[in-house]
């Protein structure tokens, strides 16, 4: 579309930018047209005489204030309806709906102007606005002073701009001025990303979906699927964690004997569910096997979710309720059909006869103490349009509502088990500060474990006895990193890292090992299994490791040699502090203690921009300049 703009502009000009500028806001389709840009060339155009940039400006604000008037009057006779569709663009306006309905709950009618100045929430600010009872000359009043604003900003800085590529061209030369702007524009990315705040991590609403066999839970998670909604199966999952190869499996033919595998090594389901179905132990054993496996990949799930900023994550589980991980989510959702109904489902669609149907179904729990338990409801016993009418209702509940995840829920502990401060060489942060910036995160406990020192650390134990793990990250003889954990004494730079960990223990301290398999301070994996029996913590999750897709080996290791799972955000700066964490049970801030709650830890976290390595990099040259005389 850019190419088309720039042969075209020249001709339409204004009537070009007036119809861009309306249509990004008039309708959703905004969410693809490219307006600014449109509103660069364009100004580049006027500035070479083609047209006035009176005219220009004009157009933009003329086509803005009509744009955003027809989305205003869309969202106020059928916002939802158009948000709710099934095409791409509303699903890409979905995706962004949270900010702006957030915006708008916070600043009311200020939140009209102050979405002209973020891209896609503006498009979808005159919707959401519409679809609430603010008046249209309230809205109207707010919504010129937003466009304003946008016209003032962007047009200057697009005017600004295509100023100063005309004197660079006519300066230094076409290759000079294009070198300078792109110096100009990789030098505002790095200082984005070094002011980059943690990112929010924690705030997606997890539900989990069930129902008894026939009701239509599988319908419900399709749709939710069509709509946008990010939709795991636990069945899936499941299969997963057994895998020919894989450790969970080897740990189910330990438990079951080899009669279970089919003749290519592949899991016989049959043959298991057969010893299974009706043996209770039996079921208690594999369920101890086989479902801390499947809470490592939804944990693993959660964070690529919340990565991508999705607001609501839904994991379908079949036995939500029967094996008690209603409590692992926000909100739950219950489908549920009459018996008859249900059992007319299984004989007519899935040809099973009476006696089997009826067997499968009394064999799960009563779906009465179900509709109890659940936070939401949806009655499937009437057509598809009236399932996918519930369906969609309460998504709109789930995110209008929403819930605050800034502070874990009472009895829960987050921690962050790696982090530094200025006792290490490459880092500037100031103890205090660290611990105040994790609180304000909803992190109440972290481990501090400078680079070869551990007095900074002892002190902050002391101080705040119950929020501070005392620690170090000892760089071994063999170039890779090993972290003590509730350590009194400093272990040398250098030393051997299984002398590290003999250490560590005979301090009555933890082995935790950070980031196995991070290329250097990793060694990429070289003595992952050599260290992995003699540790006790495996680090999982660190923000800080590049690229993101290592951590998923250190999750496979721990896995390996069962061992608990840790995550940390690595900081090294205040910016950084509580990008990664785990959540367990609140506990005594002691090493036995922390083992029995790891057992059952979600962790969490989100990898940070690369450039925060600048970071570290400015904090080594900085320790190494002469200081400034008092």
């Not at 800034?406 to 500037?428: K, V």
Request: glycine share 10%.
């Amino acid at each position: 579309m850019i190419e088309w703009i720039g042969a075209n502009i020249a001709m339409y000009g204004p009537w070009l930018v007036g119809g861009m500028a309306m249509l990004e806001t008039a309708l959703i389709i905004g969410l693809v047209l490219p307006t600014e840009p449109t509103l660069v060339v364009a100004t580049a155009f006027a500035l070479q005489g083609h047209f006035s940039f009176g005219s220009v400006v004009g157009a933009a604000v003329l086509g803005a204030v009509l744009g955003d008037s027809t989305g205003f009057m869309i969202g106020r006779w059928g916002g939802p309806r158009v948000l709710n569709g099934r095409g791409r663009v509303a699903r890409m306006a979905r995706r962004h709906q949270d900010r702006a309905l957030d915006l708008f709950e916070r600043h009311a009618g200020l939140s009209v102007s102050l979405a002209r100045m973020v891209p896609f929430v503006r498009t979808l600010m005159p919707l959401v606005a519409g679809s609430t009872g603010v008046p249209y000359r309230r809205f109207l009043a707010f919504d010129l002073l937003g466009i304003s604003g946008w016209a003032f900003l962007g047009l200057g800085i697009a005017y600004a701009g295509a100023r100063s590529w005309e004197i660079g061209v006519g300066s230094v030369g076409l290759w000079w001025a294009t070198l300078g702007g792109a110096g100009l524009i990789a030098a505002f990315l790095v200082l984005k990303g070094l002011l980059l705040k943690t990112p929010a991590i924690g705030n997606a609403v997890s539900v989990g979906l069930t129902g008894n066999i026939a009701a239509g839970k599988s319908t419900v998670a399709s749709l939710w699927k069509e709509v946008g909604i990010p939709v795991a199966s636990a069945d899936d999952m499941a299969r997963r964690v057994v895998e020919p190869g894989s450790p969970g499996l080897s740990a189910v033919v330990e438990a079951f004997g080899e009669d279970i595998l089919e003749e290519d090594g592949s899991l016989n389901r049959k043959a298991l569910s057969s010893i299974v179905f009706q043996d209770e132990e039996a079921r208690h054993r594999l369920e101890v096997l086989v479902h801390p496996r499947i809470r490592v990949l939804r944990d693993r799930w959660m964070r690529e979710r919340m990565a991508g900023h999705d607001k609501i994550c839904v994991t379908e589980i079949p036995l939500l309720f029967e094996v008690g991980l209603e409590n692992e989510f926000d909100a739950t959702v219950v489908v549920d059909a009459s018996e008859k109904i249900r059992l007319d489902r299984l004989r007519d669609e899935r040809g099973l006869s009476s006696e089997r149907a009826r067997a499968m179904m009394e064999s799960q729990m009563d779906p009465g103490l179900k509709r109890e338990r659940a936070t939401h409801l949806l009655v499937n016993e009437g057509d598809i349009e009236a399932l996918e009418d519930q369906a969609l209702e309460v998504l709109a509940h789930l995110r209008k509502n929403g819930v605050d995840r800034a502070q874990p829920e009472e009895g829960r502990l987050r921690i962050d088990m790696h982090m530094h401060t200025q006792a290490s060489f490459d880092c500037l942060s100031d103890p205090r500060k660290v611990i105040a910036a994790a609180f304000a995160r909803g992190v109440k406990r972290i481990a501090i474990t400078d680079h070869n020192r551990v007095t900074t650390a002892l002190e902050m134990a002391e101080a705040f006895p119950d929020s501070v793990i005392p620690g170090e990250e000892v760089k071994t003889k063999e170039g890779i990193d090993v972290i003590g954990l509730y350590i009194q004494e400093e272990i040398p730079k250098g030393t051997p890292a299984a002398e590290v960990c003999r250490r560590v223990k005979d301090q009555g301290g933890l082995v935790y090992l950070p980031h196995p398999y991070a290329r250097g301070k990793g060694g990429s994996g070289r003595y992952a299994e050599e260290l992995a029996p003699m540790v006790d913590i495996i680090e999982v999750f660190n923000a800080r490791l590049h690229p993101g897709h290592l951590n998923v080996l250190g999750e496979e290791l721990a896995d390996r040699w069962s061992k608990p799972r840790g995550a940390g955000s690595d900081a090294h700066k205040l910016g950084e502090v509580a990008g990664a964490w785990v959540e367990v049970a609140h506990h005594p801030n002691e090493p036995a203690a922390l083992l029995a709650a790891l057992e059952h830890a979600q962790v969490r976290g989100v990898t940070t921009p690369w450039v925060v390595h600048l970071a570290s990099t400015w904090a080594k040259v900085r320790k190494r300049l002469p200081r400034a005389p008092h």
